[in-house]
T-cell receptor
Framework: DQQVKQNSPSLSVQEGRISILNCDYTNSMFDYFLWYKKYPAEGPTFLISISSIKDKNEDGRFTVFLNKSAKHLSLHIVPSQPGDSAVYFCAAITRGSTLGRLYFGRGTQLTVWP | DGGITQSPKYLFRKEGQNVTLSCEQNLNHDAMYWYRQDPGQGLRLIYYSQIVNDFQKGDIAEGYSVSREKKESFPLTVTSAQKNPTAFYLC?????????????FGPGTRLLVL
């Protein structure tokens, strides 16, 4: 039962354009969301996060938007660069939970071409 | 130079053999995690530990075992009961399960069955 879903396994974008990666979740108890970036044969690295009390968080070229009513979040990368080519994982957590675990989506492979 | 180290980078297992994957962190983190990554499956939680001498099963614990005798170390044993062990294994840590949600990942170990 996938509580965090990334329905697009891949996305291809031209350099300089906007990349939009989408993520949906089913558990209304999630109150914190994260995006991780992963290169092949490496561990994921934390990219950006957002609390459920906000609807937008920005960090340089990366912006995450949260729509709680739709249980949907998206990661915008502007402008996209070839070095952004990687797998992007969406993750969610209920911070008050004693379990303290992240739930990950299956990832979206982003390819930025020149 | 703090971080998480995993060894070996590649590991080969024969049928019926137990193998142990190493994970060490010098970040002084309380919580540690083991994930398995398969193509198209994202990151699935195997085991996690919130504190020394304590650990909990994740979503796919069958065929795996762990120990947490030291804060810095969280080894994962893939037993012969795990029928499909070929995967990329990732270890992660975080300050604590309630104080922060950001998990930091090691470089991973790829396990192959001969």
């Amino acid at each position: 039962d996938q509580q965090v879903k990334q329905n697009s396994p891949s996305l291809s974008v031209q350099e300089g354009r906007i990349s939009i990666l989408n993520c949906d979740y089913t558990n209304s108890m999630f109150d914190y969301f994260l995006w991780y970036k992963k290169y092949p044969a490496e561990g994921p690295t934390f990219l950006i996060s957002i609390s459920s009390i906000k609807d937008k968080n920005e960090d340089g070229r990366f912006t995450v938007f949260l729509n709680k009513s739709a249980k949907h979040l998206s990661l915008h990368i502007v402008p996209s660069q070839p070095g952004d080519s990687a797998v992007y994982f969406c993750a969610a957590i209920t911070r008050g939970s004693t379990l303290g675990r992240l739930y990950f989506g299956r990832g979206t492979q982003l390819t930025v071409w020149p | 130079d703090g971080g998480i180290t995993q060894s070996p980078k590649y590991l080969f297992r024969k049928e019926g053999q137990n193998v142990t994957l190493s994970c060490e962190q010098n970040l002084n983190h309380d919580a540690m995690y083991w994930y398995r990554q398969d193509p198209g499956q994202g990151l699935r939680l195997i085991y996690y530990s919130q504190i020394v001498n304590d650990f909990q099963k994740g979503d796919i614990a069958e065929g795996y075992s762990v120990s947490r005798e030291k804060k810095e170390s969280f080894p994962l044993t893939v037993t012969s009961a795990q029928k499909n062990p070929t995967a990329f294994y990732l270890c992660a840590s975080s300050i604590g399960v309630r104080t922060t949600e950001t998990q930091y990942f090691g470089p991973g170990t790829r396990l192959l069955v001969l």
